[in-house]
């Protein structure tokens, strides 16, 4: 008997890392959570085994906790601050490309907007529905907390070349949950979010520039505002080997296709908007705001 039991003590011990019950876990930005994290992490557990935990937290938490090694996988929707020390070991690996959606209430009659407006909304100058064509009543513009979340920055640098530009608006959210269940229940309500989450959202998703979010707008950049969603992990974390396999995974054959049929373009699928971004991506988006 005493045999016996040192056997399966020494048989567990000898099993490979990947055979025990290991546990990943996950942290960042919420508009990833909810677009294909959950159904990405059930494929992955699927072929290998391998559980990972989910939370929330936004884009900063997602690089912070794991340079600081509280979480072994990030999620974000913005890239690291070089300028900043707690996101300098943060290890970036682009998966999928998420459109910025301007957003409203599924009673709201408006059905597009330009970036022009779109600008003029966040530095103040559209307080009326009446200015985009809508019923003569107030807007409420819902902004996110602090100027690095990865709505704010991203949408800083689209719209006003500026990471540190002011957003004119009272009604302010610690996360993109909370500001996307406020704009389904609030008739007044106009916010920007991910696409990526927002169709799981019971709201209107307004055109831009007359052009619907769609894949294939996506994809081929004729969408204008879009940005990468990456995961983030650190060579240093005892998980990290790990880690790695979970993102080659998400970017492998059956991680790409959990991420289209969740309805967001997977980061090698939209080739074209690397080209976009590296040639003419600011004359873009200048000549855009230059309209009328």
């Known amino acids: 008997m005493h045999y016996r039991f040192i056997f399966k003590l020494l048989f567990l011990v000898l099993l490979p890392i990947s055979a025990q019950a290991l546990e990943l876990s996950w942290v960042g930005c919420g508009i990833t959570r909810n677009a294909f994290m959950a159904d990405l992490a059930a494929a992955y557990k699927q072929q290998t085994g391998v559980d990972i935990t989910i939370a929330g ?102 719209l006003f070349e500026d990471p540190d530009a002011d957003f004119n608006s009272k009604y302010v959210f610690p996360s993109s949950g909370p500001l996307e269940k406020e704009v389904e229940k609030n008739p007044n309500a106009i916010a920007v979010t991910g696409i990526a989450s927002a169709h799981k959202r019971d709201f209107k998703i307004l055109k831009l520039e007359g052009l619907d979010p769609s894949f294939e707008n996506i994809r081929t950049g004729n969408y204008l505002l879009y940005r990468p969603l990456y995961l983030v992990f650190n060579k240093n974390s005892p998980n990290s080997k790990e880690s790695d396999r979970f993102i080659q995974f998400a970017l492998g054959p059956k991680g790409r296709d959990v991420i289209r049929k969740n309805q967001v373009v997977p980061y090698y699928d939209g080739m074209l908007l690397l080209q976009k971004r590296m040639d003419h991506w600011e004359q873009f988006i200048r000549d855009a705001l230059a309209k009328h």
């Open 57 to 158: 937290g936004g884009a900063t938490k997602g690089i912070r906790e794991i340079t600081s090694g509280q979480a072994d996988i990030g999620g974000a929707c913005r890239f690291r601050l070089d300028s900043t020390r707690e996101e300098a070991g943060a290890k970036m690996v682009p998966v999928a490309w998420d459109a910025l959606v301007v957003v409203v209430n599924k009673s709201n009659p408006i059905d597009s907007i330009s970036l022009r407006q779109l600008r003029s909304l966040y530095q103040g100058k559209i307080t009326n529905w009446k200015q985009l064509g809508g019923a003569d009543r107030p807007l409420e513009l819902l902004i996110r907390k602090g100027k690095i979340s990865g709505v704010g920055y991203t949408l800083r640098l689209h």
